[in-house]
């Protein structure tokens, strides 16, 4: 008998098939202009890397900080692993981003000179290995937020008029 092949799987919001989403910020899109991306490692500890397993981390008043060279992330929170013994990590441990040189000049360079932030968008398993999606991003105005809510809002109900066909509109097959 002929082993018939597997529809793919697609993944959601353009991700990789071999990522697992550990968590995102969501207010990051709504407060910050998002410029540009860029995928970093993450250094952590063993008790971290289960914690993260576990999904108990929170990205949303953390930031990236450039220091000697080196990137950081401050103000996340990886909650202790509730497995592990008494020498646990430090949940509010800035752990370092793995990054080369040359990214980590642009990037500063560019949060430096034009007054941006580096936001962390997402974290996720890819392959096995921990990674942040890192932003360098433009804080919003609260009118510019009032704007980009109507157009998200204009864009839903352009999308549902297509969906649900619009009255008077004419079929491909003509009728």
Known sequence: MARTKQPTRVPPDGAHENERLIGQNRKARHDYQVLDTLECGVVLVGSEVKSLRCG?????EAYGRVRDGEVW????????????HRQNHDPRRPPK???????????????????????????????GRAKVLLGLCRGRK?????????QAA?????????????????TRRGT
């Open 56 to 60: 108990k981390l929170s990205l949303d």
């Open 73 to 84: 992330l401050i103000g996340s929170d990886i909650q202790e692993y509730s497995f592990a």
């Open 97 to 127: 981003l793995l990054l080369h040189r040359r990214e980590i000049r642009k990037f500063a360079h560019r949060a430096h000179e034009h007054g941006l932030t580096l936001i962390p968008l997402r974290m996720y398993f890819k392959q």
């Open 142 to 150: 609260n009118y510019d937020k009032r704007e980009a809510m109507k």
């Open 154 to 170: 204009a864009r839903r109900d352009i999308h549902r008029a297509l969906r649900r066909g619009v009255p008077g509109a004419r």
